[in-house]
């Protein structure tokens, strides 16, 4: 049987301009995330090391959905470090690879998204690790018609040049 399932549900009401803190504070007192991280909140880990911990999603679309989520308060992925990244993303293939023995799922998507136009909930950086079932009902669609390669060049070259080290 198909279920319907929703991706993304906040934890907290999303925040107005005045309670987003700043992406270099460590811990902001309005996010549900840095309360969970200081241990004022409940939270089922899953993994925790001085950087990075994961926890059991509240809503579980397929059975062990687990985010991953940064101690320090940085707002979104852009907002990372290279060395938080580093150590973030070391741990999320570990968990990953976890939840797909821990569930048996025959497929996973890893989901992040950033600003409320990319259907951020929480404003501190956050990434899904959803196990994938058969008919499991979660979709994620786009446009995949092919485009030319001149187009293709033309934004290649737009990123290149954008590209910071
Ligand atoms: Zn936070």
Do not use: Y
């Amino acid at each position: 049987m198909a279920r319907r399932a929703v991706l993304h549900r906040p934890l907290a009401p999303p925040p107005d301009s005045a309670s987003i803190c700043s992406a270099t504070r460590i811990m902001n007192d309005d996010c549900i995330f840095c309360q969970i991280a200081a241990g004022k909140e409940r939270a089922s880990f899953v993994w925790e090391d001085p950087h990075v911990f994961g926890m059991m999603s509240l809503e579980q679309p397929t059975p062990c959905k687990v985010l991953m989520i940064p101690r320090q308060h940085v707002e979104s992925l852009f907002d990372l470090s290279d060395d938080l990244a580093a150590k973030f993303f070391q741990a999320t293939v570990k968990v990953a690879r976890a939840v797909r023995d821990a569930s048996g799922c025959p497929g996973l998507n890893i989901v992040q998204s950033n600003g409320k136009l990319g259907q951020q909930d929480v404003f501190h950086f956050h990434l899904h690790i959803v196990p994938r079932f058969k008919d499991d009902g979660i979709t994620l669609r786009w446009d995949n018609t092919v485009q030319e390669r001149s187009h293709l060049d033309g934004l290649a070259q737009k990123i290149r040049s954008a590209v910071k080290p």
